[in-house]
């Protein structure tokens, strides 16, 4: 056999293996049976652990804006130290979204210390508490410095998904007078965890 024919005849074999290769079929011919051809099917599903906390808990997608949650007594100053509310509050209702499917879901919360001010003076986190639209999706107490005591969000379906949104709501306790300034100038951030197994 010359080269140039086992080139072609290799050639039609490798075209024709993938009709050779398609799906299942069955021909009947005559009498009152019924043909079956089968299919099969795959869905691939990754482990997923989403956790949204403000602008980003709307979809499962990153999101890098960091909200910020403000309680300003500039507008009520006779209310410092009393236990009032403040003046104006903003952003302090937060949307927040966790979504795993690999089991139960944890979340924490940690700082680095206490909310400070350009001078120096603090105010401790145990100031500031939240509360939650669900029950099945807790807030974490806030540490006064380092991790906290994580809390299980309840799952929703079976043993291993969780996709669980509410909104929590944060206060300043406001116990106790302090020195003026804006306190979280240079420190004031909680960083949330989920952890899944």
Do not use: C, H
Not at 171 to 190: D, E, I, K, L
């Amino acid at each position: 056999m010359n080269k140039a024919l086992l080139l072609k005849t290799t050639l039609a074999l490798a075209l024709a293996t993938p009709l050779l290769a398609s799906a299942e079929s069955q021909l009947i011919v005559g009498g009152t049976a019924s043909a079956v051809a089968r299919l099969d099917f795959r869905v691939v599903v990754p482990r997923v652990l989403f956790l949204g906390v403000g602008a980003g808990a709307g979809s499962l997608a990153d999101n890098a804006t960091i909200d910020t949650v403000t309680f300003d007594y500039t507008t009520n100053p006779a209310a410092v130290g009393t236990g009032a509310a403040a003046g104006a509050i903003t952003g302090n209702v937060v949307p927040v979204r966790v979504v795993g499917n690999n089991g139960q879901v944890s979340l924490a919360a940690s700082t680095t210390g206490a909310l400070t001010n350009l001078a120096g003076d603090t105010i401790p986190w145990s100031e500031i508490t939240a509360t939650t639209s669900l029950a099945a999706l807790p807030s974490p107490i806030i540490p006064n410095t380092g991790a906290g005591t994580a809390r299980d969000v309840t799952l929703s379906s079976g043993t291993k998904v969780t996709d669980r949104a509410a909104n929590w709501t944060f206060s300043y306790a406001n116990t106790a007078v302090v020195a003026p300034g804006t306190y979280g100038t240079t420190n004031g951030r909680v960083t949330y965890t989920a952890a899944m197994p």
